[in-house]
């Protein structure tokens, strides 16, 4: 065979960069790896010893059914109909081996070769790998980040073609621990109706939830019922991640026709594991509970982690499975180079985590980071992160093995003169947009969990106001027009031309769409401040702390900055955080401003959503007190309906 030949074999595959970091991980010594999501438990004890059982009795030396063993079958027929789900057991249940194998079976029965099959971004790594195998291609749609990673399915139908037939999804996600929502889903099944495609659902992290958050199923749906391959593992929900077991459903024929492409590929899972299975369902509840506590917690730990590094990288709080998926800021050498930096984090921290571009195009400038393994891993390996993204760990300059892939905009890669009329013209645009609309502007400054304040804030104005939240952490001279003009800039130089002729119309013509605008205020300095000033000025201003345990931060100088921007807001309307050590020696003297101190918030007694989710870290403790504040300051506007009295 021909070595073109060849490569045009083996050219869609490539070793999940998830294993790849891991056998790296394991030639270096001293390593703490938080790449692969392996649970840091051993399988329960209860589920060891019913399996040993079976063994001596040689009850695991033969094959099974093709479809598995007929007592698992029966016993997970009955935890689904726990759930309200009824299917039978006899052929509209497959056991698999694994989660992977049963989504690469259901990609074979339900597609084509050529076929396109939608996938989120993020998702899982290993899905792009299935889909190829299955000769099809996968298109990424990338989910709404600033709202906690939900689907936008408007951007999702937009990438429909003729040759779309699946929609492949991880429920809760993996990178990002979303809880996609019940009306999301909904709006894809009709829109999966609609199109006469196929869904399919990996819920292999629907046992860890932290919230009283409902785990919602298109499989629920009877009218989904046809269209639906609902996938689950063993897995991570009873630590099994070794025994390589789970298991699928959907109507009959679906079924039937995955069980020829399952059968192909192996024959039948393995017996022993089979009965693990068994016993996981009969015995195991009580563990599965301790471990979703103990998940919990390391989260929450995580979380905290993470909140003390908030000015050099942003996060969402998962509601479920064990994994964070943080955005690096552009401060961060390399933040848009993630395959790079993770190399960096593993020869110079001795740290292994999972680059984001591995998840899809949108996870680039992320890091996916499990906190399924041990406290004492998770402890140290966040501390090693957290030294190296702060500069206590010297930075390599070393060649590297990952390749470069840069996902930096046209506009920020720009240099001199161009910059500075790109600058300018954003400047213009986002001031005539501004001068038409007249919003009422809620700014938050600080070095301390601006994009965490600015969620909570919009999440608490939205049902009662007209408001609109800026883009991600787009702060900066830079970032700030971008969010008002609500335009993501693009990331070729050849749509510079046609993204500036965006700006314009977006400037004299589009229709303001929001009464109240909070934007973030990205500063380091006076000059900062007073630049972005020329831009937008506050009508009211949230200052969430400027203290930071980063030695490369100047919290004094960030401090002058911040009492730049009090200075030009109007009396009575500043809300700033009382227990940081540098604003009280210079917003004490603002006698009709407001303070509130995040340590009063109890994380888990004040839920800042109807899923009882709970605020962790500093700053959504803080981003909950500053809510209720700027509520009660413009509660005689909502009430009267007249945005204009603020002004």
Sequence with gaps: MSSAVRRDLTSPFELSPIKAIELKAATLPGVISLAQGIPSFNSPEVIREFVTEKIKKGLCDKYSLTNGLTELREEIAISLEDDGLIYSPDDEIIITAGSIEGITAALFACTAPGDEVLLPSPSYVSYRAAIRMAGCIPVFVELDEDNNFD???????????????????CNPNNPTGTLFSEDKIRELIALAAKHDLYIIT???????????????????????????????????AYAMTGWRVGFLHSDRDTVGRILKYHDAMVTCAPVASQYAAIAALKYGQECLQEFRREFQSRRDYTIEVLDSLSHVLDYQTPEAAYFVFPRLKGTIPLASDSRTLCERLLIDAGVAVVPGVAFGPSGESHLRITYGRSKEDLEEGLKRLAQYLTGQISRSRSSVAFKTDSSRT???????????LAHGLLSFAARTYLWRAKPVIIGIVGSCGKTVYK???????????????????????????LSILNLVPPAKNKSLILFGLKVLLKAFFAKAQEDFLILEYGVRSVEDARLLCRIAVPDYLIVTGVTTGDPQLDCAQMANA??????QVASGRIIWNQEDEYLKERLAKYSDSIGFRPSEVESGVAPIDKHGNFPVGQSARGAVLAAELIKIKLNDIYNSGNKNKTK
């Design 455 to 481: 969620r909570t804030l919009f999440n608490a104005l939205k049902d009662s106001l007209n408001v609109r939240a800026g883009i991600l952490s787009y702060n900066t001279r830079t970032g700030m027009p």
């Design 410 to 420: 046209a506009l920020i890669r720009m240099d001199g003169v161009i910059r500075n």
């Design 202 to 236: 990996d819920e292999v992290y629907k046992d860890f939830y932290y919230s009283d958050h409902k785990h919602f199923t298109p499989a629920a749906v009877p009218e989904a019922r046809s269209r639906t391959v609902r996938v689950c593992s063993f897995s991570k």
């Design 151 to 169: 689907f936008d399915v408007e951007r999702l139908a937009g990438r429909i073609s003729k040759k779309t037939r699946v929609v492949l999804f």
């Design 562 to 567: 911040v009492e730049t921007l009090c200075e």
